[in-house]
């Protein structure tokens, strides 16, 4: 019994020195990793607290004489800042525009910097971090893509829609996203095969030498509201609104159902409306895919479906509860496949008179 107790206690004295080893050596990393992040926090914490904000701003109005500056707004330089080193993006999810600004003082904002015509901005607000770097935030009523220049004195904005830039404007959706997965699988996300099919699809348009504008609520995965989602397509104007899901029976259970459905608005009653644009991405997609063709599906009760303002089709590829659309589904090929029909779809809509 003694023995027995001792060669416990050796064997538990070795496997111990083993672990010991073994984490000895990794201990300074997790330590400084740990205060790094506790500096990050820290130093987040300062900025937020030294992080000034006005809001509510309103956008002086002035007579501009030449032409380069009847542009819709003028923003005044900072001292010692050149334009090429303004950093300004453009979230249309959001039609949000941010212009970041490297050495600002508060006092730069109080002299209203910028000028010109309040036209299409909902909200407009001005915050200085320590560091002085500047953001202004401008909030328009729609898409907009920006049209801009600069020289030594002032960054120049206009605000186009796109339908002054394109000839065509598309909004696509990719189901789902970020905490919500949709249909789940056998370890298969919905939401990353609805991304991977518009992925595809972006890769094409990319490459494609139509002037269409396409916008994509999302590329990679967030997960936009649905009022962002639809919003995205009534605030572009755009003539197309797809998106891309798959189906699962309704129990959930794996079953021999499969095929390609297509949910439309039943209120559009339109002719060139949102019916008959799911009937020509089902033909496609199908013919693409080969798949079966479940037919069109009624769908206001959905929110992005019901609250479009422009011809809009959710395209359920396939069935994720069938072991083959399954496999198919999960591949890059079939999500390649499946993008090729909706952009065949599209063109097709187009040259039907949408
Ligand atoms: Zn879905």
Redesign the pocket.
Known sequence: MEEKAMKFATVTAVLLMIIVCVLLPKLPAIHTWAVEREEERIAEAELAEQKITMSDLTIKNTEVADDTEQRQLRLKLPAGVKGSDITISNDYVTQTVRIELPQTEVSYFENDPLTGSSNHIDNLSYAVSKGSSGLIEITMDQVYELDMDYDENYYYFDFLTPHEVYDKVVVVDA??GGRAP??TKQGIN?KDIDLGIVLQLKAIFDNSDENIGVYYTRTDDSNPTFDQRVQLANKSQADLFISI??NSTKSGRMSSTHGTQVMYSESDTKELGSKTFAQICLDHVTEALESRDKGLVEGDEIYIIRTSEVPVALIEVGFMTNQEELNLLNSTDYQKKAAEGVYDAVLDAFAKGY
């Open positions: 189901g789902h949709g249909a919905e899901h798959n």
